[in-house]
Nanobody, 120 residues
């Protein structure tokens, strides 16, 4: 079992940047990792995923070209660099881990979430 702890959220103006981190309690070498988000009154949605090796990366259309996911297996940490932020990016962001090669829509483990608020 792995525990995930997100950090790096906060309040930023539109056009700004934030870098989210997801620290795992153990090795993430054998886990596919990713990020989801949930805005008020909306369902949780997929944001980005990265395969075990880091060789396969996929983004939702809404963040493609603005967000970058990466992983450092030596530090057991996954990152989400968010640039050109928009008010519609406001949400609680959740880190997820899956014991698969590619992250599924129902990951095995979730973090507690970190709030990102983008002001206009």
């Amino acid at each position: 079992q792995v525990q995930l702890v997100e950090s790096g959220g906060g309040l930023v103006q539109a056009g700004g940047s934030l870098r989210l981190s997801c620290a795992a309690s153990g090795s993430i070498f054998s886990y596919a990792m990713g990020w989801f988000r949930q805005a008020p009154g909306k369902e949780r949605e997929f944001v980005a995923r990265i395969s075990r090796s880091g060789g396969a990366i996929y983004y939702s259309d809404s963040v493609k070209g603005r967000f970058t996911i990466s992983r450092d297996n030596a530090k057991n940490t996954v990152y989400l660099q968010m640039n050109s932020l928009k008010p519609e990016d406001t949400a609680v962001y959740y880190c997820a881990a899956d014991r698969t090669v590619i992250l599924t829509t129902t990951p095995d483990y979730w973090g507690q979430g970190t709030q990102v608020t983008v002001s206009s």
